[in-house]
């Protein structure tokens, strides 16, 4: 069973929807960092032309490269960077990720942006990775949630999937999930799906559940997409058997109180899939910087 990420449904790597995206992030973040002009920058001569290389201290997974470029190409297209790894690659502490060249004053300006970009989307991709390793060779898949950074959201989407994870609904408007609150106001679990089938919206729908009895109604029901919310490894076994017995048989995804510590024994339980929003939303950034190494 696969999920379709989103990044190759909607933001194919590489298409116009893709670089657009991010050229839109990466003018926001040099607005809000630059404003009305780097004033220290002003401070070293407007010709001054240097090399720098960005280094990593961290062991990561690498993702944020395309970020990177643009921080740099819309402060000055004559910057050029020249990458020493591709995005996705696991590296280690001290090694040199590109070697920068232009003009001192741009090489200044973009630094903290792309620095910033390069950090975090690594970190996200990192963390992923971790959990994808954890449950490897068992048919659960890694999913990661709407938990994610403000204004962040598409960038680090796609860094779960280069650390090897999936991608839920991108936001509301993109699936239907309902919760115990839409239980609870619509009345029951057959009057809220009832509701949902009514919409015809052609999206996917997803309904939580918090027991055994609540996931056996929402079979009752025709639900082909259950979140098991909080449930232990035993009741989550339980769970999967009586899915085996349904007649429509559901996609079954664990979710809530999962670390690296107990994933690989969630993922053994027969699930499809594991969300887990701890890795976009509790990331340490990876720890980078970029240093002058020469000067002309």
């Known amino acids: 069973m696969t999920t379709m990420t989103l990044f190759n449904k909607n933001y194919p790597y590489g298409s116009s929807a893709f670089h657009h995206m991010v050229s839109n992030q990466v003018q926001s973040a040099l607005d809000e960092d630059i404003g009305t002009g780097d004033l220290t920058a002003q401070l070293i001569p ?78 996200t991709a990192t963390e992923t990775r971790k959990y994808v390793d954890a449950i490897a060779g068992t048919h659960a898949q890694i999913l990661d949630t709407r938990k994610t950074i403000p ?49 015809d919206t052609h999206k996917n729908i997803q309904i939580e559940v918090e027991n055994l009895i609540q996931l056996q109604e929402a079979l009752d029901v025709g639900a082909t997409s259950i979140l098991l919310d909080n449930f232990s490894p035993a009741l989550l076994r339980e769970a999967v058997h009586l899915n085996e017995k349904s007649e429509k048989f559901a996609i079954l995804e664990a979710s809530g109180g999962i670390t690296l510590a107990n994933v690989r024994e969630i993922a053994l339980t027969g699930v499809d899939r594991i969300s887990i929003g701890a890795i976009t939303k509790n990331v340490q950034a990876i720890d980078l910087s970029m240093r002058m190494i020469g000067s002309d």
Do not use: P
Not at 92 to 102: P, R
Not at 158 to 180: C, F, M, S, W
């Open 46 to 123: 407007a010709t001054q032309f240097v090399s720098a290389n960005i280094m990593v201290r961290d062991s990561a997974v690498i993702c944020g490269i395309d970020w990177v470029n643009a921080c740099f190409k819309q402060i000055d297209a004559n910057i050029e960077v020249d990458w020493h790894v591709v995005e996705g690659d696991y590296v280690y502490a001290n090694q040199v990720l590109c070697s920068i060249k232009g003009l001192a004053r741009s090489l200044l300006t973009g630094e903290r942006c792309a620095l910033n970009f390069l950090q975090t989307l690594s970190a």
């Open 151 to 199: 204004n962040l959201r598409l960038a680090q989407k796609y860094a779960v999937t280069v650390g090897g994870g999936h991608n839920q609904r991108l936001a509301l408007y993109d699936g239907i999930l309902i919760k115990e609150n839409h239980i609870a106001a619509a009345g029951s679990i057959r009057a809220v799906m009832a509701q949902a089938f009514a919409l």
